[in-house]
């Protein structure tokens, strides 16, 4: 059975740090990329990261480039989403998803897979 599970969500502070895990069972990242996706109350889900299965090209939405990185070990079958200088506007709840291939995507349709989500709240 696929299954991801996200953790590292929490409280920070603004100008703060979080790295968020996404750990896959049942199917191998070596077949799958993964996206980063958050959902603020009130708003749509939206595209933050992604990272190809087959080269580990990333991909980031425009409101957290140079602040985010997206990476992965595929020995461990996780992908991290390392999150610097943190704003009040990142506050959400963060879900990864896998999709079957490379082809990069921001666009939550195209994802097959989705965990459970972890809240981020950046607040002081």
């Known amino acids: 059975q696929l299954q991801l599970v996200e953790s590292g969500g929490g409280l920070v502070q603004p100008g703060g740090s979080l790295r968020l895990s996404c750990a896959a069972s049942?199917?191998?990242?070596?077949?799958?990329?993964i996206g980063w996706f958050r959902q603020a109350p009130g708003k749509e889900r939206e595209g933050v990261s992604c990272?190809?299965?087959?080269?580990?090209?990333?991909y980031y939405a425009d409101s957290v480039k140079g602040r985010f990185t997206i990476s992965k070990d595929n020995a461990k079958n996780t992908v991290y989403l390392q999150m610097n200088s943190l704003k009040p506007e990142d506050t959400a709840v963060y879900y990864c998803?896998?999709?079957?291939?490379?082809?990069?995507?921001?666009?939550?349709?195209?994802?097959?897979?989705w965990g459970q989500g972890t809240q981020v709240t950046v607040s002081s």
């Open positions: 049942g199917f191998t990242l070596d077949y799958y990329t």
């Open positions: 990272i190809s299965n087959s080269d580990s090209t990333t």
């Open positions: 998803a896998a999709r079957w291939g490379s082809f990069l995507s921001l666009q939550s349709y195209q994802y097959n897979y």
